[in-house]
């Protein structure tokens, strides 16, 4: 059967084009601020808004987008603060998503545990038309936000203390970069999952920096590379019936190996060309 004939199938892809490019639209500046792992924490965090929202009987999405961005403005200004170092302050929130989610999951009604798991690694069939609406509106959000202040953002993840000369408001940038990757985890956690979140978000621009040099150019095959991938995975886990999330995140990986591969054959390629037009004699020394 031709998956797009499932209306399923359809909103799933439909979020998968989303999350393809919200994902690595952000990621791009928490790989810049070496930052790469704190998708990975926020998601930890949004576990517990999930949980809460089980707990409460409301619905998991928007508990799991006002917790993660909770988080992330805390963990931001924890950073900030400089008393806490920017790893530290991402293992607690590593340990404190996991162990608020555990425990509130606990106390919620039963029979949570099957979709915890949808939240966890993503499920096609768990994508419904409310979370698509969701998912649109906090996608559009986020690329909206990074249109407007995308030359700030990358002049404060390039050199904050420059950004701070230059009278930009670095720690309201930070907030709002915070507050952005908190709302694409909670974007993308119904199609690749919360514990697999943060992969979008860091390998398809670690793919296209084996492949380019410069801001914009890396930025335009990131977003390529995310899409190709959520898209692929969405329809490859249709077929073989498995959790969209893993599929997506190992053909992410694939094309970072075959981008790798790529770049290192082109940047041999001119050292080779220039040996091979030089006199025997010169090539030799």
Do not use: K, W
């Not at 931001?76 to 806490?84: D, K, W």
């Not at 991402?90 to 099957?114: E, Q």
């Not at 906090?138 to 995308?150: D, E, R």
Request: hydrophobic share 60%.
């Amino acid at each position: 059967m031709n998956p797009l004939a499932l209306e399923f199938m359809r909103l799933a892809l439909l979020s998968a084009v989303l999350v393809g490019l919200v994902a690595p639209a952000v990621g791009v500046f928490l790989v810049q601020r070496r930052l790469a792992l704190m998708g990975d924490g926020i998601g930890h965090v949004a576990l517990t808004g999930v949980a809460l929202g089980f707990l409460l009987g409301t619905a998991p999405v928007l508990t799991a987008v006002v917790v993660a961005a909770v988080g992330a403005v805390v963990l931001e200004l924890v950073r900030q603060a400089g008393r806490t170092s920017g790893d530290v302050a991402l293992a607690l929130m590593f340990y404190g998503g996991i162990a608020g989610g555990v425990l509130l999951i606990g106390l919620a009604p039963g029979g949570t545990n099957a979709n915890l798991l949808s939240y966890l690694f993503g499920s096609l069939t768990a994508v419904s038309p409310g979370d698509v609406v969701v998912i649109s509106t906090l996608s559009v959000g986020v690329l909206l936000a990074l249109g407007v202040f995308g030359r700030q953002l990358f002049a404060v993840c390039h050199d904050e203390e420059h950004a701070r000369v230059m009278g930009l408001p670095v720690r309201a940038l930070n907030l709002l970069l915070a507050v952005m990757a908190a709302l694409t985890v909670t974007v993308a956690m119904r199609v690749v999952g919360l514990l697999l979140v943060s992969a979008l978000m860091v390998v398809p621009v670690a793919t296209a920096q084996q492949l380019v040099r410069g801001f914009r150019a890396t930025v335009v095959v990131a977003l390529c590379a995310g899409v190709l991938a959520a898209v692929s995975g969405v329809l490859g886990s249709y077929y073989v019936d498995t959790a969209p999330g893993a599929l997506i995140v190992v053909l992410a990986l694939a094309l970072f190996g075959v981008a790798a591969a790529v770049g290192a054959v082109v940047r041999r390629r001119p050292r080779g060309a220039s040996a091979a037009a030089l006199p025997a004699g010169l090539a030799a020394r």
